[in-house]
């Protein structure tokens, strides 16, 4: 079964100050994997998708199929960081999200 | 562009009562999900329609039921409402069956008294 795990509820660090947020999956095929982050009161909105090999908003996520994670960083930290993020899989051909239970991170000043 | 619109945005019921939740998705995109947002379940999906044809279900009773129409709006219906039905609905949009990429509305938050 298509499961993702996020070990941490909540992570706390303080500005400019390295972040990791992690995610394991158990999928048996080729998942997708993404990042989707919800900032407080806005929807929830597609931060990374791992085909896609991006930074975004210096945010970089790299797929170890080995040990079936699918890991957020950010070497600095910044306050505006602060959000709620989710990590999700898809199996690919448009099949639905089967999400994380979410990481909320707090960048302290 | 707008945005996907999920209406209303907030929504009191009793007990029982029966309820229509609406998303009107990126104009374009064919493919509508929907997902119950829960504390303490998470996201958890519920079905997804595409071209008025639901592709694919969670694991809900069958008190939830969907539709889509032909201008890809969707709407999704849950009967004899029970206080664990009380979540934030969420509806995303896909351009396609084989786009993964999807755009979630604010979501419609419901209570059940």
């Known amino acids: 079964a298509q499961r993702v795990t996020q070990p941490e509820k909540l992570l706390s660090v303080f500005k400019g100050a390295p972040v990791e947020l992690k995610c394991n999956y158990s999928y048996s095929g080729s998942p997708e994997l993404f990042w989707y982050v919800q900032y407080s009161r806005q929807r929830l909105q597609l931060l990374l998708r791992?085909?896609s090999r991006e930074s975004i908003k210096g945010f970089t996520a790299d797929l170890n199929k080995g040990e079936t994670s699918f890991h957020l960083k950010k070497p600095f930290a910044q306050e505006e960081d602060s959000a709620m993020y989710y990590c999700?899989?898809?199996?690919?051909?448009?099949?639905?999200?089967?999400f994380g239970p979410g990481t909320r991170l707090s960048v302290l000043p | 562009k707008a945005g996907v619109t999920q209406t209303p945005r907030y929504l009191i019921k009793t007990r029982g009562q029966q309820v229509t939740l609406s998303c009107s998705p990126i104009s374009g995109h064919r493919s509508v999900s929907w997902y119950q947002q829960t504390p303490g379940q998470g996201l958890q999906f519920l079905f997804e329609y595409f071209s008025e044809t639901q592709r694919n279900k969670g694991n809900f009773p069958g008190r939830f039921s969907g539709r889509q129409f032909s201008n890809s709006r969707s709407e999704m219906n849950v009967s004899t409402l029970e206080l664990g039905d009380s979540a934030l609905y969420l509806c995303?949009?896909?351009?396609?069956?084989?786009?993964?990429?999807?755009?979630f509305g604010q979501g419609t938050r419901l209570t059940v008294v």
């Open positions: 995303a949009s896909r351009m396609g069956v084989g786009n993964t990429e999807a755009f």
């Open positions: 999700a899989l898809t199996s690919g051909g448009g099949q639905n999200f089967v």
């Open positions: 791992h085909i």
